[in-house]
Structure formats: C-alpha cells, structure tokens
C-alpha cells in the first residue's frame, strides 16, 4: 500500500508557472503525473523510475515541465513553467511498486496508487 498526497494546484494565467508535489509514506518504484478534464480520459504527463530518477515526459509536458525527487525518494515535484489553458485539469500522482515496461510508464493502468488530485486553472 502507498499513500499518496499531492499539493501545489491553483490558477494562474497563461505563460505562468506552478510546481506540484506528490508525498509517498513509501518509495514507489514508478511515480507518474496524470491529469484529467471532465468526461476525458486520464492522460500520463511525466514520469520518474525512483532508483534511477530517470525520467519520461508526454509530448506536450516536453520543453515545459520537470520532474524532480528529494533524496529520499519520497517526494516528487512537478515543476510546470509556460502554462497554456490547455493544461487546465485535475492532476493526479500515481504510483507503482512494480516494475513496468517502459513503453506503458505514461499509462494510467500501469498504476496501482492514486492521489485524490489537485486542480491546475491556467486563464488565457
């Protein structure tokens, strides 16, 4: 069992900048960033493999966003910088304790743990 707590959401205008964090009470294996409008599917944004801190990014986090952990492998932080509206969702942390192939890392079902989700308004 992983419990996660995710905090940092608000709003902000566009070109702004937010930084997430997701708190794990154990070190996953996989820790991901999802996020979510209403009647959409849960989309991956990013992701980081715990031991290694390498990371994985959607096609439209790249160039934009940045995942980083604390050393004890506990806390990730998304850092999102140049926000459009189109970010505007609920974001998720999810995490895993096993491994997955990496081409399923940014796949909602990968995922066992969930977070309850912080709110990201970006206004034009």
């Known amino acids: 069992q992983v419990r996660l707590v995710e905090s940092g959401g608000g709003s902000v205008q566009a070109g702004g900048s937010l930084r997430l964090s997701c708190r794990a009470d154990t070190a996953p294996y996989l820790l991901g960033w999802f996020r979510q409008v209403p009647g959409g599917e849960r989309e991956g944004v990013a992701m980081?493999?715990?031991?290694?801190?390498?990371?994985s990014y959607a096609d439209s986090a790249k160039g934009r966003f940045t995942l980083s952990q604390d050393g004890d492998r506990r806390t990730v932080y998304l850092q999102m910088n140049n926000l459009e509206p189109e970010d505007t969702a609920l974001y998720y942390c999810a995490a895993t304790l096993s491994w997955a192939p990496e081409g399923t890392r940014l796949s909602a079902g990968t995922y066992t743990y969930w977070g309850q989700g912080t709110q990201v308004t970006v206004s034009s």
């Open positions: 980081i493999v715990s031991m290694s801190g390498a990371t």
